[in-house]
């Protein structure tokens, strides 16, 4: 009994307050000014971009530059497939285009380490791009597209769900068998193959796991951009944005890439608007500090301030 | 463990909180005004006009955006402010302006998200816009959503323009490809181009540009040596402009941005590259073309489009002198500014007009009337500016003129262009 009551304890006021959580933000746009509900859908945007990167780069320490290409590809279905098909078919084939390409990326690269592979992917979403770019003036004569358009309220739901998703799947991965896998990957590859583990397997379905989630974000993102052309869609920027978050926020745990995303994207929000002549002023510098002076993201100065604030009571007590 | 699980919700919490300090519910006394309809007698108490702008402060469209257009436009706004406002009948008095500006940061997502803020959250009387083709196009369906008439100075695109039934309030105010490569074509063959070059950017721009010239040369006669294109942020085309040499072409027409046509302009030089007419598209016009090349080596260079100071139109060469002091000789573009500055002039006479800011009445009159600016007699049909000042420019001693349409010139053509000066 006594363990029965320990998993309770445990788990039922995170899973109460994560419950109440949910409700909030799925009655959102019932309230809440439609201003929020976008800035909303942006800020989930870059956390299913920075989750899913975390996914593969976190416990394996592989870093990967290709998010742009899964994300792009993504947002090229919806360009292309937008008037033909229903929505939720469009991102399912985004989400599985960018599946299939991560396992092909993935069982060509993932043999290669660090610098090598960090180009690699980076080179592969500039190589689609250019790509699209050269079909589209030479084949199409013609480069951008416009997309559909889709009421905001219903993106931010789709937006939503697959946040939802991608967090349920990032949670069973960190606990699950494969998660383990990942992790020892990270810590000595070698010692994981002669642990019997199948190395590259688990990486390159990693990998396309990540990417998944990231082509879903990018399918349904295409109908807030209305027009996009393929340095729109494969910008590179998207591929160091998570990254950065994953970094700013803390990789040492789920919420980590979570608050970093949208910290990130919120005080990016704030400098544009507020700071809009001083933005990249002080963006950089915030970064520059953030990286002098929080080793650990910003999950690791809660970390230490909670350490603290323990440490305190223990010693009044 | 039991701690860390705690932090899940909490990091939660706090990401939540963020959002919700940062999205400030609209405060109380401004919701009545935007729940009454719009044909309400008595219009809502207003001592102010509220303009928006997002448009690129950081990244790489910010050189563009800054020279060509925010410059006119705070100029412009300066001005206004300085005589009281904008008289709008329906309020009896005449209102000033005030600018809500935002960093689009060059990214087409945070134009269209910030353009939405501006509207949904700022809200905002009129929106000024951002710059280039792209943006605009991004913006269309959101300005059209909401109802906000927007006159676009920056935006080069026969695809926006196909659309004009499903955008009615987005009004095109630049001259458009097909007019200013009907214009080339006619210049070209005037003046006996027997052979050509062509290169192209790899986007919209260059694309539609070239197709609307480089075909109907061919058509008439024009012998096409090389036809090249080359993707957004190339560094060296000296490959491209060796071969153009070598085959010693007439003309070369390069259809690009301000980037690639100042580095076009430095390797032409360097490997020697002079045709007789020598034409590039976007960017020539700025003066820091001039000023970074020297007015002599730029003499004889042409760009697409064209204004200028002598022609024959109201409060022209005043606007140019005011422009010159405001952004320095060295800091302005003697075709965009015009052109931005006009449709903002185009803006005040719709509201004074219309005699209300009521967006679907100002966007009506925008519609149907004629607006006397610094770019001629401006109409609009199909939500196309109809007015052209020129089509080609030239450099000239130092100034820009405008050397096509024929009958639009205010100054003849320097043909075959001068030799690069020796270093």
Not at chain 1, 182 to 190: N, Y
Not at chain 1, 194 to 212: C, D, E, M, P, Q
Request: glycine share 8%; proline share 6%; net charge negative.
């Amino acid at each position: 009994m006594d363990i029965i009551g320990g998993i309770f304890k445990r788990f039922r006021v995170p899973r109460l307050i994560i419950l109440i959580l949910l409700i909030l933000l799925a009655t959102l746009p019932l309230y809440a000014p439609g201003y929020t509900v976008i800035l909303l859908t942006a800020i989930l945007m870059y956390i299913i971009l920075t989750v899913s990167w975390t996914i593969f780069s976190g416990p394996t320490r592989y870093i990967s530059l290709a998010s742009a290409a899964f994300f792009g590809v993504g947002v090229y279905t919806m360009a292309i497939l937008g008037k033909a098909l229903p929505l939720a078919a469009i991102i399912s084939i985004g989400a599985l285009v960018s599946f299939i390409l991560a396992l092909f990326i993935g069982f060509l690269t993932l043999r290669l380490r660090g610098m090598y592979f960090i180009i690699f992917t980076f080179g592969i979403s500039e190589l689609i791009k250019h790509s699209l770019l050269w079909w589209e003036t030479n084949m199409t004569g013609t480069v951008g597209r416009w997309v559909v358009r889709v009421d905001h309220d219903q993106v931010y739901y789709i937006m939503l769900a697959i946040f939802v998703v991608l967090m349920l799947t990032a949670y069973f991965i960190r606990h699950s068998r494969f998660g383990l896998a990942l992790k020892s990957i990270g810590q000595s590859e070698e010692a994981a193959a002669h642990r019997g583990i199948n190395v590259t397997l688990v990486k390159v379905v990693a990998f396309a796991i990540s990417a998944l989630f990231m082509g879903a974000a990018g399918a349904i993102m295409a109908t807030r951009w209305a027009y996009i052309d393929p340095r729109i869609a494969f910008n590179p920027l998207l591929s160091f944005m998570p990254v950065m978050m994953a970094i700013f926020g803390g990789m040492g745990q789920l919420y980590g890439p979570v608050i970093g995303a949208a910290v990130f994207t919120y005080l990016a929000e704030i400098l544009m608007t507020r700071f809009a002549y001083y933005y990249m002023l002080i963006f950089g510098s915030v970064l520059v500090l953030a990286i002098l002076y929080l080793p650990n993201g910003l999950i690791g100065l809660l970390q230490k301030w909670r350490k603290r604030g323990t440490a305190e009571q223990q010693a009044s007590t | 463990m039991k701690k860390k699980l705690l932090l899940i919700p909490l990091a939660l919490l706090l990401a939540l909180s963020l959002v919700a300090i940062g999205c400030p519910t609209p405060p109380e006394e401004t919701t009545p005004p935007t729940t009454a309809p719009p044909t309400t007698p008595a219009p809502p108490a207003k001592d102010e006009i509220v303009l928006g702008q997002a448009i690129a402060l950081s990244g790489p469209y910010t050189i563009g955006a800054g020279v060509t257009q925010v410059a006119p436009n705070d100029m412009w706004i300066e001005e206004v402010n300085a005589e009281g406002g904008i008289y709008v009948e329906e309020y009896g008095k005449k209102l000033p302006l005030r600018l809500i500006r935002y960093d689009d940061t060059s990214d087409v997502g945070t134009q269209v998200k910030l353009t939405e803020k501006l509207i949904l959250e700022d809200k905002v009387d009129f929106i000024l816009g951002p710059w280039s083709t792209a943006m605009w196009f991004a913006i269309a369906p959101t300005v059209n959503e909401y109802k906000y008439p927007v006159i676009a100075p920056t935006v080069d695109s026969l695809q926006l323009r196909e659309m004009w039934e499903e955008i009615p309030y987005l009004f095109i105010h630049l001259n458009q490809p097909k007019e200013k490569a009907e214009a080339m074509v006619d210049m070209a063959l005037d003046l006996g181009v027997e052979t050509m070059v062509a290169g192209h950017l790899q986007d919209l721009h260059g694309i539609e540009y070239a197709q609307g010239v480089v075909p109907q040369l061919a058509a008439a006669g024009v012998e096409v040596l090389a036809y090249k294109s080359f993707p957004i942020g190339v560094k060296d085309l000296t490959p491209m402009l060796k071969e153009f040499k070598s085959l010693n072409p007439d003309a070369a027409f390069i259809f690009a941005y301000p980037d690639e046509n100042f580095l076009i302009t430095a390797q032409s030089i360097e490997v020697g590259f002079n045709p007789k007419l020598f034409f590039c598209s976007i960017g020539i016009a700025f003066s820091p073309y001039r000023e970074i090349f020297g007015a002599e080596t730029v003499e004889g260079m042409m760009g697409a489009g064209a204004w200028h100071p002598s022609a024959p139109y109201t409060g022209a060469k005043e606007f140019w002198d005011r422009m010159t002091a405001w952004s320095g000789p060295g800091g302005t573009d003697w075709l965009g500014n015009a052109y931005c500055y006009s449709a903002v002039q185009v803006l005040q006479q719709a509201i004074e007009g219309a005699g209300t800011l009521d967006r679907v009445k100002v966007r009506d009159y925008i519609a149907s009337a004629t607006f006397d600016t610094v770019i001629g007699p401006v109409y609009y049909e199909k939500q196309l500016n109809m007015q052209v000042p020129g089509h080609v420019g030239q450099w000239q001693n130092g100034e820009f003129h405008i050397v096509a349409a024929k009958e639009l010139a205010t100054a003849d053509i320097i043909y075959p262009k001068p030799a690069w000066p020796t270093p």
